[in-house]
Nanobody, 123 residues
């Protein structure tokens, strides 16, 4: 059974950095992708960035380009989200999600989700 678990959230000042980790355990599919979404209070869940397990360039939302990066460690089934130059508007619950088939921005393409980790950026 596939399970997704995030870690690394917390409180950081604006301009600071934070790194989130996501472990996708029980993964038996070699294809597909893993992505980060976020949901701020009172707003819909939005795509942040993602990467395919098999390679290729990451896919970023415009709002985080140049500030956030994603990397993966396939043997460890782990994906990292490095967040730099954080802004107060980055405050949200961040979710890691895994897809068996493809990388994209729509939440419905992802079958497996973590519980989320809170990121709070103070001014």
């Amino acid at each position: 059974q596939v399970q997704v678990a995030e870690s690394g959230g917390g409180l950081v000042q604006a301009g600071g950095s934070l790194r989130l980790s996501c472990v996708v355990s029980g993964r038996t599919f070699g294809s597909g992708a893993v992505a980060w979404f976020r949901q701020a209070a009172g707003k819909e869940r939005e795509f942040v960035l993602g990467i395919s397990w098999s390679g290729g360039s990451p896919y970023y939302a415009d709002s985080v380009k140049g500030r956030f990066t994603i990397s993966r460690d396939n043997p460890k089934n782990t994906v990292y989200l490095q967040m730099n130059s954080l802004k107060t508007e980055d405050t949200a619950v961040y979710y890691c999600a895994a897809s068996r088939t493809k990388l994209g921005a729509l939440p419905r393409w992802y079958e497996y989700w973590g519980q989320g980790t809170q990121v709070t950026v103070s001014s």
